[in-house]
């Protein structure tokens, strides 16, 4: 609603909507950057120092004074963004050099648009859109299209070996993630992120609050399908195939380097936090407080949205360092044969459910 | 409703020149020093041998084929389930045999073995597997 807001707060809408309107967009989507680069930061920063814990190491530390990484190694995501920016742009003589480029304006542009269908808060949602979570699953795989150019026009072989694994992998896992919003949307009749989260205000079974996760079993189940998806398709451990480093260099990235590998970087930390995201708002009440009425009003919803969001997002870095990579085929079949007939019986299952109990 | 695809319009308009501008300041500043052997594709130190563009394992195609059944199946169910409420038992009777139909198709895939990323048993297989079929039970068939 933010845009909408923004439109009538300006003195001379009327006289020139298109300059206001655009205007209006403008001063939504500078935040909404800053926030992604903020957040892949803070992500950065955090993986360092969670890794780094859970194997018993200190992580990134500053020493002395000088050019080092400040307090805690505090500044070295910053150091490693100037070292991209500072990096050397190469293109390969052998590659397809216009679908080389175009790679990286695709990845990030696709994980960028998502962000402005994202429910921040009760207030800032910057387009409330009616069918936003329909609009999030489609352009959320635009990144797919990305990875393949870039795989392709590398021309190198652990780079399509890359591209193929992971779009293979990520248009499979899309599958189960769009039938367990599914089951969502069963249960709210409502595709826009707002309404999905003011259907789950309140309080159910008499202690929980009233979140879908909570709401029958199967929507209890769906939860883990779509998360455990939704880590598939960031190409993260456990199902980091697409660019195991110990095989593939780096996947469908092996030949970029500098600003471009940058954006692929941001885009994938980007799209963690549209899954987590996109869970909280359809499983975990969104905005809503844990407890309904403590902390419950405007200003706090952004604090409860972020903060279940980089939970879950802490989630997917522990589990990085808890389990051990699958194998390709292992996790094609968990995929076909385990998740998505899960998802059609999650589905009969919610059905079912609502015509007797709800 | 045009407000909210305009936002979007603006959005990607905004995404490319973000990803711009960043290029356009590596560009300036970065140091360029290209050599021959810079520019190679990499491969682990050894000289690159033949291009990458090559016939691809027909697997991938098979995934794709089966993802776009289920994913244009995903898009008839969201209509339904945004008014599964309203129209209660007959609706979901009516899905319930459409998924079926679909389940059906999933069954028929899983036992043709077209889910198996690995596929040990191919039934009539042709041409280039049909020899690595007369080999005993287990062993695999096609490259990684």
């Known amino acids: 609603m933010t845009v909408d807001n923004l439109i009538?707060?300006?003195?001379?809408?009327?006289?020139?909507?298109?300059?206001?309107?655009?205007?209006?967009?403008?001063?939504?989507?500078?935040?909404?950057?800053?926030?992604?680069?903020?957040?892949?930061?803070?992500?950065?920063?955090?993986?360092?120092?969670?890794?780094?814990?859970?194997?018993?190491?200190?992580?990134?530390m500053g020493q002395g004074v000088g050019l080092h990484a400040g307090k805690w190694g505090l500044l070295q995501p910053v150091?490693?963004?100037?070292?991209?920016?500072?990096?050397?742009?190469?293109i390969p003589e052998s590659a397809d050099k216009k679908l080389f480029i175009l790679a990286p304006f695709v990845v990030f542009v696709g994980a960028f648009i998502t962000f402005a269908a994202l429910p921040f808060s009760q207030e800032i949602i910057v387009a409330d859109m009616n069918i936003g979570v329909f609009y999030i699953l489609a352009v959320s795989s635009l990144g797919v299209i990305g990875?393949?150019?870039?795989?392709?026009?590398?021309?190198?072989?652990?780079?399509?070996?890359?591209?193929?694994?992971s779009a293979a992998q990520i248009v499979s896992y899309e599958i189960p993630a769009g039938l367990s919003i599914i089951t969502i949307v069963m249960l709210t009749g409502t595709?826009?992120?707002?309404?999905?989260?003011?259907?789950?205000?309140?309080?159910?079974?008499?202690?929980?609050?009233?979140?879908?996760?909570?709401?029958n079993p199967f929507s209890f189940i769906a939860?883990?399908?779509?998360?455990i998806s939704g880590v598939a398709e960031c190409n993260r451990t456990p199902f980091d195939i697409p660019e195991a480093e110990s095989e593939l260099v780096a996947g469908a990235y092996t030949e970029y380097s500098g600003m471009r590998y940058a954006f692929f970087f941001l885009s994938e930390y980007a799209n963690m936090f549209v899954v987590s995201g996109v869970a909280v708002a359809a499983f975990l009440g969104g905005w809503n407080s844990p407890i309904p009425g403590f902390m419950d009003s405007p200003p706090w919803g952004l604090f409860w949205f972020i903060g279940k969001s980089m939970s879950l997002i802490f989630l997917m870095?522990?589990?990085?360092?808890?389990?051990?990579?699958?194998?390709?085929?292992?996790?094609?079949?968990?995929?076909?044969?385990?998740?998505?007939?899960?998802?059609?019986?999650n589905i009969f299952g919610v059905g079912i459910w609502n015509l007797l109990v709800g | 409703m045009y407000r909210d695809f305009g936002t979007i319009f603006l959005f990607i308009l905004i995404g490319i020149v973000l990803v711009y501008v960043p290029l356009l300041i590596q560009r300036l500043i970065a140091p360029k020093k290209n050599t021959p052997d810079k520019l190679s594709t990499y491969e682990c130190g050894e000289e690159s041998e033949g291009s990458a563009w090559v016939q691809f394992n027909i697997r991938f195609y098979v995934i794709a084929l089966i993802f776009l059944i289920f994913d244009v199946e995903v898009v008839f169910l969201f209509p339904w389930a945004v008014v599964f409420q309203e129209l209660g038992l007959l609706a979901f009777v009516e899905m319930a045999i459409f998924l079926l139909i679909l389940i059906v198709g999933l069954a028929y895939v899983w036992k043709k073995g077209d889910l198996d990323w690995?596929?040990?048993?191919?039934?009539?297989?042709?041409?280039?597997?049909?020899?690595?079929?007369?080999?005993?039970?287990?062993?695999?068939?096609?490259n990684s």
Do not use: H
């Not at chain 1, 939860?223 to 998360?227: L, P, R, S, T």
């Open chain 1, 223 to 227: 939860f883990f399908i779509f998360f």
């Open chain 1, 147 to 165: 990875i393949i150019l870039a795989g392709w026009s590398s021309n190198n072989k652990w780079s399509l070996y890359g591209a193929m694994r």
């Open chain 2, 118 to 142: 690995v596929k040990y048993n191919v039934k009539y297989a042709r041409g280039r597997y049909s020899k690595a079929i007369t080999e005993k039970e287990g062993t695999a068939v096609g």
């Open chain 1, 191 to 215: 595709l826009s992120m707002q309404g999905i989260i003011i259907s789950q205000q309140g309080i159910i079974w008499g202690f929980l609050p009233n979140w879908i996760i909570f709401n």
């Open chain 1, 79 to 90: 150091a490693d963004a100037l070292k991209l920016i500072l990096k050397e742009d190469i």
């Open chain 1, 317 to 345: 870095i522990w589990f990085r360092w808890t389990f051990p990579r699958l194998r390709v085929d292992q996790l094609m079949s968990v995929c076909w044969k385990v998740f998505l007939p899960v998802s059609f019986v």
């Open chain 1, 8 to 60: 009538n707060w300006f003195p001379f809408g009327a006289e020139w909507p298109v300059i206001t309107f655009v205007s209006a967009v403008l001063i939504c989507a500078i935040p909404v950057f800053l926030f992604i680069a903020v957040y892949a930061l803070v992500a950065i920063y955090g993986e360092l120092k969670i890794s780094s814990f859970m194997q018993d190491k200190v992580g990134p």
